[in-house]
């Protein structure tokens, strides 16, 4: 992997090494132990040009399998191409017990110069660097079950980092102000997790012939990868499980590289429904040239900073991952959210999504039933071979591999 890679085997020392007691116990409260996820690679990726080992660390089996196998599909038409919008964070101020909402907007709008100023006074390595507080945006709500109210967003360029202590430092540093200036009061001071500012998307042109599967050619493949889409794209239970599809690639990167995966899932969601209605994050078609997907959303995700610089394995996928800067992480992150979404409308529009899912999951009903060692690849065929993937069965199989050892089990 480090060969692959381009770095020193060292710098991949982290993926192997555990996380410390006292590390832990640094990171968080009350800590007792750490609870370990696999943490596995995804191949076959070409991103923007560049050959990317992606690191994924989830507890679902074929999650893996799946990404690898349409990133290998995505190669045939060059691959994944990824971009994603500068780091703009937004923080909240919310204000109460305004008495005159459109004499205090004007009188923010006139002292913004001062507010920035303010929201950056404060020492900042990402203010040093050139981010920080940029701009500001008004929002009123002349009804809520509090009654009217203001809500200032302050747009903070985070740089390579997620931001959320900086953004969070910042709003409360410019609230009595806002206090001042509107004659309200200051309530939440918190940042908004809908970072719909910060947008990362993908896209992706397979070739039909990469889609052909069994007896189904590739245009039937790729129209019946459309028609799936078409129901998430009209029904939000369906849509639900669209997406959840692509968080599966996001959030496993986005753990494996020390994120924090509930803010993508919350900024996900939300902007999945922004519009009124729930609806996929994903759009596919079918074009002259094969199967065209894209994906857009909110991807708040940093290099620096937090667990990200903390965890060892963090900083060793990272480097596996050869990316440095926010904006290169939340495109590879958009890219293996694509490719995952691919590899589920693919397996559900041909052969169904059990058949390959469960065969992967059969090592796991393996290990639950007490296989080990050699015992549990054994039990994971058996198991296969007689298509009854239950725990029952998985028992079944271990004590009968118990009984004759030496018996032909495969």
Known sequence: MADAAGVAEGDLAGLSAGLDLSIADAMVENALGNLAL??????????????VLVPMAIEEPSVIAGAS????????????????DDSLMIGQVQLLDVTNLERAIEAVQEREAD??????????????????????EIRAFQQSPAGPMLVLHLLYDTLDAMGANAVNTAVEAVAPLLETITGGRANLRILSNLADR??????VTVPLEALARNDLRGHQVATRIVEAYALAAVDPYRAATHNKGIMNGIDAVAVATGNDWRATEAGAHAYAARGGTYTPLSRWSVSAHGLAGS?????????????????????????????????????????VGLAQNLAALWALATEGIQRGHMALHARQMALAAGAVGAEVELVAKWLVRSGEIRAAAAEEAVREIRRNPGGNHT
């Open 69 to 84: 196998k349409a990133a290998l599909a995505a190669r045939a038409g060059g691959g994944f191409e990824a971009e994603a």
């Open 295 to 335: 994906l857009e959303l909110p991807l708040a995700v940093g290099t620096v900073g937090g667990a990200t610089k903390a965890h060892p394995a963090a900083q060793a996928c990272l480097r596996l991952l050869g990316v440095e800067r926010a904006r290169d992480l939340a495109m590879v992150m958009a890219a």
């Open 198 to 203: 910060r947008l990362a998307r993908a896209r």
């Open 38 to 51: 696999p943490l596995g690679v995804a191949t076959n990726f070409v991103i923007n040009g560049r050959e």
């Open 115 to 136: 507010i920035l100023a303010l929201a950056n006074a404060r020492p900042s390595r990402i203010v040093e660097l050139g981010g920080g507080a940029k701009r500001l």
